[in-house]
């Protein structure tokens, strides 16, 4: 039997937007497997960092290794996954000046291995003392070259167990024949938001960058380890210009990008999973369907099937993806918006009219995550977005430099990444690296298309260069929240309902 459409709504619930909420397991079921990721599955490739703005999916990503990883090796691997915030020198009581970048490599290179060690203690049941599990002597760490790191590090722990180890449910020497399991398996390393506390001060500088040297250290030296990385897309240009040896590790870099039809995919995979889970029927596709039609099908049970959107019909996976940003946790958030008001209008489909009737609200989460995201390049970035309210929302190049003279550098003198403000063009530059502001390029009966900073990056950097005349715009995902009136029209309307 087949579920009435009008009550469908009401009963999908859209998921988690934190990926690293999610467990592993629950991860595959809706996790888009993009073609490029395929790479971070691979195990000839030793080192992998990936970058992405906040939202895209840099957490799910390192949970769909952690899980597809498990799932294809069990436990003939050992899968660690930890956040930026687990790998401070604190949580692991070493406490030694570090001067020289060999000095911060040659720590991290404890702190690795030092986790390792704690994971096989664990799953061997081990209570092991914090100077077994935690310090790694310099000239130990020299004799792992050319050795598989599983298999130096457990014939350690077999001298230490002996003298220093107290053990929980076997003898020390039933232990030390379990620790020859672990002889010459693979460690699949998984750091998840390594810059988390990133705020751009020489000392971050240095102990992220030598992060990277000391990974490419352990995967040169020494066997059996393999390094999946993710970090903003902001953040590592800056670590990367701040040491000139990370040359070499840009072959490594893959920034995390997402396409309309993924978008679609991603709403097609949460809404079937919920159907399958409630145990929703629905209509079926007659004759042969192809999987682009299957994904809009399911789609189409939760949101109006075309919509009209800057004078074109358009499908509203692709509103959701413009205004989402690209961004899958914003569309997730957009959509549990929308499906609100859908579901208090007694409305059977997400419509366009309930994405407008919430884009206020979501503008404003947008503009809190956009200045929370990049506040360690600028201090007053939040004072730079605010001095938009009420702005066109598309300008010349001109318009845009006179805007921001008479709002903000009329007002203000802010300091970006460390440097002073020059001129206007340099805060126009700086939207326009952070989204703020896209370029909008009219094409002749072919409609316009849009421009973003990973497009054409030097775009508003020369006061001689026109950037071949486009327009500038402010996205559309915090346009509404920057228009005061409108915003304070919505609140009265839903004010008023409520009564």
Avoid at 15 to 25: F, I, L
Avoid at 56 to 79: F, M, N, P, T
Avoid at 276 to 291: A, C, D, H, M, V
Avoid at 401 to 417: A, C, G, R
Wanted: charged fraction near 30%; include cysteine.
């Amino acid at each position: 039997m087949t579920t009435n459409p009008n009550q469908i709504l009401k009963r999908i619930d859209f998921g988690n937007e934190a990926g690293d909420d999610v467990q592993p397991s629950e991860v595959l079921n809706f996790f888009v497997e993009q073609s490029s990721f395929e790479k971070f599955l691979n195990p000839t490739k030793s080192i992998l960092l990936a970058t992405a703005k906040k939202g895209v999916g840099k957490s799910a990503l390192i949970r769909w290794i952690e899980a597809k990883i498990q799932e294809e090796h069990g436990d003939d691997v050992i899968v660690i996954s930890c956040k930026g915030s687990d790998l401070v020198r604190s949580n692991f009581k070493l406490s030694s000046e570090l001067k020289l970048p060999n000095d911060y490599i040659r720590d991290w290179m404890v702190r690795i291995c030092a986790l390792v060690n704690r994971h096989i203690g664990a799953e061997l049941n081990l209570a092991l003392g914090d100077d077994a599990i935690t310090l790694v002597e310099s000239a130990e760490l020299d004799g792992f070259k050319s050795r598989n790191l599983v298999s130096a590090l457990t014939d350690r722990l077999r001298k230490l167990i002996p003298q220093q180890a107290t053990v929980e449910k076997l003898h020390a020497t039933n232990e030390i024949e379990l620790l020859k399991r672990f002889d010459g398996k693979k460690v699949w390393f998984l750091v998840d938001d390594l810059d988390a506390t990133y705020q751009r001060t020489p000392h971050e500088n240095l102990e992220l960058s030598t992060f990277f040297s000391a990974c490419r250290y352990l995967a040169a030296q020494v066997t059996g380890i393999n390094f999946r990385i993710t970090m903003r897309t902001d953040v590592w240009p800056l670590i990367r210009r701040f040491d000139e040896s990370l040359d070499k590790f840009e072959q490594y870099v893959h920034d995390i990008t997402w396409s309309q039809a993924d978008f679609r995919t991603l709403l097609y995979k949460r809404i079937r999973y919920q159907m399958n889970s409630l145990k929703i029927e629905i209509p079926l596709l007659t004759g042969y369907s192809t999987e682009i039609e299957i994904e809009e099908h399911y789609v189409n049970q939760i949101f109006e099937t075309r919509t009209l959107w800057n004078n074109n019909e358009r499908p509203m996976y692709q509103i959701i993806y413009t205004l989402s940003y690209h961004r899958p946790r914003w569309a997730i958030q957009l959509c549990k918006f929308a499906q609100e008001e859908a579901i208090r209008e007694k409305q059977g489909l997400i419509a366009k009219q309930h994405i407008d009737a919430v884009w206020g609200e979501y503008g404003r989460k947008r503009i809190s995550d956009l200045i929370a995201e990049h506040k360690h390049q600028c201090r007053d970035v939040e004072e730079l977005i605010n001095g938009f309210r009420g702005a066109e929302r598309r300008m010349t190049r001109d318009e845009l430099i006179s805007w921001i003279t008479n709002h903000i550098t009329n007002h203000l003198s802010p300091v970006i990444e460390g440097k002073p403000v020059k001129s206007s063009l340099d805060i126009a530059h700086f939207l326009f690296r952070l989204g703020f502001v896209v370029a909008r390029a009219e094409k002749e009966d072919q409609g316009y298309e849009h421009y973003y900073f990973a497009d054409m990056p030097d775009f508003l950097s020369s006061r001689t260069n026109q950037d071949f005349g486009v327009i500038w715009e402010i996205h559309p995902c915090y346009r509404q929240a920057l228009d005061i009136q409108k915003l304070n029209q919505d609140q009265q309307k839903r004010r008023n309902h409520a009564r």
